[in-house]
């Protein structure tokens, strides 16, 4: 299991597998700059390190477990801030050293750069990052939910969850009698865990 999950974009979909919209446009592709002129920044409560153990679960029944830990951190350049994930398991550790930084123009819009060319649109919407993405034909949509930030909270957390299933539609329903056809897709494997703030809380960006 550990080994399929080594890389966020590749391995988990291929490992654990063998929403809706109307009216969408074609998305543009990504654009990041450092320097936006929006002041598009990442609230300092996700900086720090933060660890926890991942459930993964298929639609077959089976499960598995790994550890997780998620490094946030602001860099040099405004505009971009380490997001680096290494997971660990009974195989070893493989860590991936990926940037979050901050789309152009754009406020609450971010790119995931993996440092490998590919780059994974991402949005910060309140207190939750999310991104959904294809590859190798599996579709998935990863969600970081901040919990209980803020000056006053004793422990605060990351609720992390990836859902995943083929990207191919697997109904399309409706279309008659003035009904929008909705196509629908089928989510096999889930992944998620409550990553806790293992170090001292990180100062501001200056």
Same mark, same amino acid.
């Given at each position: &299991?550990?080994?399929?999950? &080594?890389?966020?974009? *590749?391995?988990?979909c /291929?490992?654990?597998?063998?929403?809706?919209?109307?009216?969408?446009?074609?998305?543009?592709? #990504?654009?990041?700059?450092?320097?936006?002129?929006?002041?598009?920044?990442?609230?300092?409560?996700?900086?720090?390190?933060?660890?926890?153990?991942?459930?993964?679960?298929?639609l077959?029944?089976?499960?598995?477990?790994?550890? &997780?830990?998620?490094?946030?951190?602001?860099?040099?350049?405004?505009?971009r801030?380490?997001?680096?994930?290494?997971?660990?398991? #009974?195989?070893?550790?493989?860590?991936? #050293?990926?940037?979050? /930084?901050?789309?152009?123009?754009?406020?609450?819009?971010? *790119?995931?750069?993996?440092?490998?060319?590919?780059?994974?649109?991402?949005?910060?919407?309140?207190?939750?990052?999310?991104?959904?993405?294809? /590859?190798?034909?599996?579709?998935?949509?990863?969600?970081?939910?901040?919990?209980?930030?803020?000056?006053?909270?004793?422990?605060?957390?990351?609720?992390?969850?990836?859902?995943?299933?083929?990207?191919? *539609?697997?109904?399309?329903s409706?279309?008659?009698?003035?009904?929008?056809?909705?196509?629908?897709?089928?989510?096999?494997?889930?992944?998620?865990?409550?990553?806790?703030? /293992?170090?001292?809380?990180?100062?501001?960006?200056?």
């Amino acid at each position: &299991m550990f080994r399929c999950v &080594m890389s966020l974009t *590749v391995c988990l979909c /291929v490992c654990l597998i063998s929403g809706t919209s109307l009216n969408a446009q074609e998305p543009e592709a #990504p654009t990041i700059n450092a320097a936006t002129k929006s002041e598009n920044r990442l609230p300092a409560e996700w900086f720090g390190t933060w660890r926890g153990e991942v459930e993964a679960t298929s639609l077959k029944g089976q499960t598995s477990t790994f550890q &997780m830990e998620l490094t946030v951190r602001p860099l040099t350049e405004r505009g971009r801030w380490q997001w680096q994930i290494v997971y660990s398991g #009974p195989q070893g550790e493989s860590k991936r #050293p990926y940037e979050l /930084v901050a789309s152009k123009d754009q406020p609450g819009q971010f *790119v995931i750069d993996e440092k490998n060319s590919i780059l994974i649109d991402t949005t910060l919407l309140g207190n939750t990052i999310v991104s959904q993405f294809s /590859v190798q034909g599996q579709s998935l949509l990863s969600r970081y939910r901040l919990r209980n930030s803020g000056a006053d909270a004793a422990t605060p957390s990351i609720e992390f969850e990836i859902l995943a299933g083929p990207s191919k *539609v697997a109904t399309t329903s409706g279309g008659q009698n003035e009904v929008p056809a909705v196509d629908s897709w089928l989510l096999t494997s889930r992944q998620s865990a409550v990553l806790k703030r /293992v170090d001292e809380t990180p100062a501001a960006e200056a």
